[in-house]
């Protein structure tokens, strides 16, 4: 075939060459999420050698979730128009002249410019959610898109890697004038983009399908005038945007509230990291099989237990009596035992919920996943960048450092609340046959 383009109908089935497409895209995100998220362990070796205060290292890690969220609308309507495989091998080999040049910064404001273009490394998954919806059958689009979700888990890859690869090089110069220490890490993942752009380049199935490479502009962002795209968008904020909120936000609420080293924080964060991320395929298989909303009311019940738990603070109650005695009741403190369980708890919700929302975008808007997936993927990677700064005012305001889940808590409220009126109206609406029925079939007929 010439062609190097084909589009496809939005119920065609799992193409051949699919099993390629999920496996290279779901490495290549794993490999860019690392990078996107690596300043959460660079970030303090850095800030000991440039002496940086909390808030100038803050905005290092700030401004790479920044810009790895603000572009996934119009990445993935690019994907879409021009197909997956072409933005993904792009990005790759983009993302590798900052991240090799992160390891040759010599000033803060040049480390910033580089953090917030190796930032671009997040803006991948609006891409692998187009190019795997390109190429998978309805029947099995939630477990393709859940399997690709997974490579969150490449949250986890620095935190697990990076402190051992630091201590054991620091002070060290390798080939090229390489320096050791945390200058090696940005370098080694310069070149896995390297090879992973052409793993892509040479073994990816050609040609790409593109479901919107005939339509105009306008009307792939026709949908975006939908309310229930913002609804998915603030459900993603809930269970991704959190979720790398709080994968930037645990090791420090380990090491401060309970006296733990750096080292075993980022063990116990990786506790949290791998479930949210893992189980996504798990939560697009219950998604395929039992629909979407069914797993979201499983997301949010224990999103809301979990949290619920979390955000009560430690103390206790003190009582002042007439004469001046002062008594101390209900007293209340988390044990590093149960807070670890919990979160891992809370993790697991978040990775079927992850799923569970991208398992609904290809069945609304089955010829606009594009444009609709990077929406919702732009906030939930927002949330991101504002949920830290929240969760730092709301301890400020309160003193209590369980306000994080706090804010968690409410957040998923809105959610819960959100959903579950919307399903009540459909439900209304329809006929008592039918009110079983909570997947989009019915909820189209409702409008």
Known sequence: MSSTLIAVAP??????????????????FTLMFAVWLMFGILGIPIQEEFGLTDVQLSWISAVAVLNGSMWRLPAGILADRIGGRKITIFLL??????????????NYMWLLVLAFLVGFSGNLFSVGVSWNSAWFGQNRKGLALGVFGAGNVGASVTKLIGPGIIAATAGGTFALGIQGGWRLIPVVYAVLLVIMGFAVLFLAPRPDHAPGSSKPLGEMLEPLKQVRV???????????????????WLPKYYVDNFDISLGLAGLLTATFIFPASLLRPVGGWISDRWGARTAMYLTFAVMLITSGILMMPNGHISIVHTDGAVTEHLPYSMALPWFVILVFLLGCAMGIGKAAVYK????????????????????????????????AYTKEFSGFPTSTFFVVFILTAVCAVWMHVTIHRMMTRTTPETAHLIEPELEEAAQ
């Open 11 to 28: 119920d065609h089935p799992t193409l051949k060459g699919s099993g390629r497409v999920v496996t290279l895209s779901t490495l290549a």
């Open 93 to 106: 080999f983009a993302v590798s002249i900052p991240s090799y040049l992160v390891s040759r910064a010599d």
């Open 360 to 391: 609904h975008i290809p069945e609304y808007f089955p010829d606009n996943v594009g444009s609709v997936g990077g929406l919702v993927g732009m906030f939930g990677g927002l949330g991101g960048f504002f949920l830290p700064p929240l969760f």
């Open 230 to 248: 913002w609804r998915f968008s603030l459900y993603y904020v809930a269970v991704f945007g959190a979720y790398v909120a709080l994968s930037a």
